[in-house]
Nanobody, 123 residues
Framework: QLQLVESGGGLVQPGGSLRLSCAASGFTLNYYAIGWFRQAPGKERERVSCVNSIGGSTFYADSVKGRFTISRDNAKNTVYLQMNSLKPEDTAVYYC????????????????WGQGTQVTVSS
């Protein structure tokens, strides 16, 4: 069964860190760009970060640059999102999704969405 499964969310205090994982099954990540997205209550889904298939170029939303790092381990068929210096405004459900080839901005151009993992940043 082709799917992406996110894990690693949780409750963390402001300034803390979390590492999210996006594990693929049923297909090989190598040929796909993988994006991390988030959606807070009442807000649109936004792309947080993305990593290309070939070359591995990475992209970040301005709001997370310098704090989040995306990486991929093709041997483990998994993409990670390391999140440091977390802020309350990072609170959201985080999703990963795939797109053949290279990253683009629009969520609707991605598919095979995971079920999401909740990240809550609060003291």
């Amino acid at each position: 069964q082709l799917q992406l499964v996110e894990s690693g969310g949780g409750l963390v205090q402001p300034g803390g860190s979390l590492r999210l994982s996006c594990a693929a099954s049923g297909f090989t990540l190598n040929y796909y760009a993988i994006g991390w997205f988030r959606q807070a209550p009442g807000k649109e889904r936004e792309r947080v970060s993305c990593v290309n298939s070939i070359g591995g170029s990475t992209f970040y939303a301005d709001s997370v640059k310098g704090r989040f790092t995306i990486s991929r381990d093709n041997a483990k068929n998994t993409v990670y999102l390391q999140m440091n210096s977390l802020k309350p405004e990072d609170t959201a459900v985080y999703y990963c999704a795939r797109k053949f080839g290279v990253c683009v901005q629009r969520p609707k151009d991605f598919g095979s969405w995971g079920q999401g993992t909740q990240v809550t940043v609060s003291s």
